[in-house]
């Protein structure tokens, strides 16, 4: 394994505070989870693609390079690979752990009887914008930048805007086994059982859907400026019947993709935001 000085991104021009269970966690942390992730992920490419497929995809790299290779370089060829393996070659890799992993959702959805778990971080980044972040973001998503929202986190498959307006997510979630399809509907909120801050007035939440609309989640993430930084409250509702160990694990996926994209935005949202 590769230490933690060799992870750090050569790109971490910010000094990003994240807060799990109350306490303060420290970047290398966050980039520890992000590496141990990065291997895990490889590894299925590799074994699911075989040698062959792997080299095909990835023709500047072996497979055992990229095990002691830097985060940077790990991350920018796994995002590659998914990228060429394209929508419908995630699907082919992934079809039996997304029909089980979607059965799995509704028998949690209709165990937990309206119950609900909150996964939640407070991310911190002084000398920062809320405004220009979520603005940043806005564009993001609109704009489908596909490579982009990928390459946040090791556990994103796909991430695509629809004709529609909802968002198609494919993600490993927190620490479960298997990896998980669901549509985002940021038109909707009224089944999200997370409280909007009034203290936050930049809010992106949405209902987490199925094809046919069955609702087995939901995300709100708010922001604001404070003391001429940016303040991030960042929550995701699961079924109540969840393990608790996944709900802690995911944690850690909201830490890295956030840091991830705040870092990615810090050309137009560095700089001091208004007192508040």
């Known amino acids: 394994m590769a230490g933690v000085e060799e992870q750090r991104s050569t790109a971490d021009p910010l000094a990003i ?19 141990r992730r990065t291997r895990a992920v490889l590894a299925k490419f590799e074994t699911r693609l075989g040698p062959r497929g792997f080299a095909e995809l990835a023709p500047a790299h072996t497979a055992a390079d990229l095990r002691h290779a830097t985060l940077d370089r790990q991350r920018a060829a796994l995002t590659s690979l998914k990228m060429r393996l394209g929508h419908a070659g995630i699907y082919a890799m992934l079809g039996r752990e997304l029909a089980f992993s979607e059965r799995a959702a509704r028998i949690g ?7 609900t778990r909150h996964s939640a971080v407070r991310v911190e980044v002084p000398n920062y914008s809320a405004a220009r972040f979520a603005a940043w973001f806005d564009t993001l998503t609109a704009s489908n930048a596909e490579a982009d929202m990928v390459d946040a986190c090791p556990d994103h498959y796909l991430l695509r805007g629809l004709p529609d307006g909802r968002q198609e997510v494919v993600e490993t979630t927190g620490g479960s ?16 059982t997370i409280p909007a801050d009034p203290g936050y007035p930049i809010q992106l939440a949405g209902h987490a859907v199925l094809d046919d609309g069955l609702i087995i989640g939901g995300v709100r993430h708010q ?18 019947v969840f393990p608790a160990r996944l709900i802690r694990e995911h944690q850690w996926h909201l830490a890295t993709e956030f840091s991830n994209w705040m870092i990615a935005a810090a050309p137009v949202a560095a700089g001091s935001s208004p007192m508040r």
């Open 177 to 192: 086994p298997t990896v998980t399809r669901f549509l985002v509907d940021y038109t909707s909120t009224d089944a999200l």
């Open 109 to 115: 959805v209709a165990a937990s009887r309206g119950r």
């Open 223 to 240: 922001f604001r400026d404070r003391d001429g930084g940016m303040e991030a409250l960042l929550t995701v509702q699961f079924p109540g």
């Open 17 to 35: 505070q994240v807060v799990i269970g109350g306490e303060w966690m420290s970047r290398d942390r966050v980039l520890a989870w992000e590496s």
